[in-house]
């Protein structure tokens, strides 16, 4: 299968410790997302990288989360001193350039107790 | 800012009826609209997409939907719904002009009975 992959699918966390996830995209695709989605509500959108350029960040993502996508492949989306309203399912999606269809892979999702 | 409302959170329905769910979009621009279908235990998966041309479009598994451009509405429909549609659908929206991000609807979950 060629989809997206999301690493873990899912992490239990205490409080104050840091977080990492990763996100494999569809090879061919050069813009990555990421998204966060609670319960009853649709995915909101974090941050968005072309290539390896983060080129727009959401106010929702606060200075304790950190995104890179280094060499413009795999991303990973950093959360430090976790809190327990980061607790949400963390969606990564991709597409190429020439089209604006986002496909989304299965999720991680955080619990921070 | 650009924003998605789903007029309806759940809606139960018996095979063979009709559906019909709403969306409607704020945003002053031109528009791509996207209808996303999330079955149980599975990931997000795109049903039907409007960029422009012909504002009926047609999707996958029977799914079609309008683009009513003076009501900023963007409908979800099919004729006959079956057992296996039951999934949370999610209609989104996107900037016109790039690859940008999507705004989501808070989704509709439908339930079809046999």
């Known amino acids: 299968d060629t989809g997206v992959s999301q690493d873990p699918r899912h992490k239990i966390t205490k409080r104050g410790q840091n977080v990492t996830f990763r996100c494999d995209p569809i090879?061919?695709?050069?813009?990555l997302y990421w998204y966060r989605q609670t319960l009853g509500q649709g995915p909101e959108f974090l941050t968005y990288f072309q290539n390896e350029a983060q080129l727009e960040k959401s106010r929702l993502l606060s200075d304790r989360f950190s995104a890179e996508r280094p060499k413009g492949s795999f991303s990973t989306l950093e959360i430090q001193r976790t809190e327990q309203g980061d607790s949400a399912m963390y969606l990564c999606a991709s597409s190429a350039d020439v089209t604006y269809e986002q496909y989304f892979g299965p999720g991680t999702r955080l619990t921070v107790t | 800012a650009q924003s998605v409302s789903q007029h309806n959170h759940h809606v139960i329905l018996s095979e063979a009826a009709s559906l019909e769910l709403g969306c409607n979009y704020s945003?002053?621009?031109?528009?791509?609209l996207f209808w996303y279908v999330q079955y149980p235990g599975q990931h997000l998966q795109l049903l039907l997409k409007y960029f422009s041309g012909d504002p009926l479009v047609k999707g996958i598994k029977g799914f079609e939907a309008e683009f009513i451009k003076s009501k900023f509405s963007f409908n979800l429909r099919k004729p006959s719904v079956q057992w296996s549609d039951t999934a949370e659908y999610f209609c989104a929206v996107n900037a016109g002009g790039g690859g940008n991000k999507l705004t989501f609807g808070t989704g509709t979950q439908l339930k079809v009975e046999l």
């Open positions: 090879s061919e695709h050069n813009r």
């Open positions: 945003y002053g621009g031109t528009v791509n």
